[in-house]
């Protein structure tokens, strides 16, 4: 990421369509934790968005996921829910090929007998709304024949979720995601853990965006 060219942006981000990712384990499927949307979704969803050689699968290990990260042009907060809401469960088909690779140990372990492709998952709902920061080139600016003032991104399982982003400039505080600072080598005293969703949703306290910025620009 170019430093020179980084600027915080505040972000609004409003759910426009109904979107999932396997989470939090629930009766006979998952739930997804509607009150937040972490920033590794939201930076990649972005990349995606603006340029083909950023659709990459997550590569294996902590270092080659800390890389992959890194040589995205943003860095993000997490996106915190203002007016969320979660909707009853849905029945969903497993898309094997996309989501497993049908590799080989794949089709072993989906052939044990112990592998479901149909499973219940509670979706957020459209409508639902969010605010963070992301950390780089103002994606606003970044259309070459208009100063857009609405975004829109793919984000969940499968990208069915759709996700509209607008200007936030009254934005005074945000969370970081502590998991993914800790990919970067930070520690407790550099960014300490409020509360945690998952193993990979870390939330930390609140921050100025001073404070944020500064933190987020050490990931690289």
């Known amino acids: 990421m170019n430093l020179s060219e980084s600027s915080v942006i505040g972000l609004t981000a ?31 969803a972005l990349a995606a968005a603006f340029s083909s050689r950023y659709r990459v699968l997550r590569t294996k290990g902590d270092t080659r996921y800390r890389q992959d ?16 809401q979660a909707l009853a469960p849905v029945r969903h088909t497993t898309d094997i090929t996309r989501e497993g690779g049908y590799t080989e140990r794949f089709r072993r372990s989906t052939g044990s007998g112990n592998y479901k492709t149909t499973f219940l998952v509670h979706e957020i709902a459209a409508g639902s ?10 994606p606003f600016k970044a259309i070459p024949f208009s100063s857009a003032k609405k975004l829109v991104i793919r984000v ?22 502590v998991a993914t600072a800790r990919l970067f080598g930070s520690d407790e005293k550099q960014l300490s853990e409020d509360y945690r969703v998952l193993d990979t949703i870390r939330v930390s306290h609140s921050l100025s965006l001073d404070q944020a910025k500064s ?6």
């Open 14 to 44: 409003r759910v426009l369509t109904p979107f999932y990712y396997h989470g939090l384990y629930v009766s006979d499927g998952s739930a997804t934790y509607a009150g937040v949307i972490t920033d590794t979704a939201l930076m990649f």
């Open 69 to 84: 990260i890194a040589s995205l042009p943003w860095r993000a907060s997490l996106l915190m829910g203002t007016h969320t």
């Open 129 to 138: 709304e969010y605010e963070g920061i992301i950390v780089g080139i103002d």
């Open 156 to 177: 969940g399982a499968g990208r069915l979720g759709l996700l509209e982003l607008t200007p936030n400039p009254t934005l005074k505080q945000v969370r970081l995601n």
């Open 215 to 220: 933190i987020l620009l050490n990931w690289h």
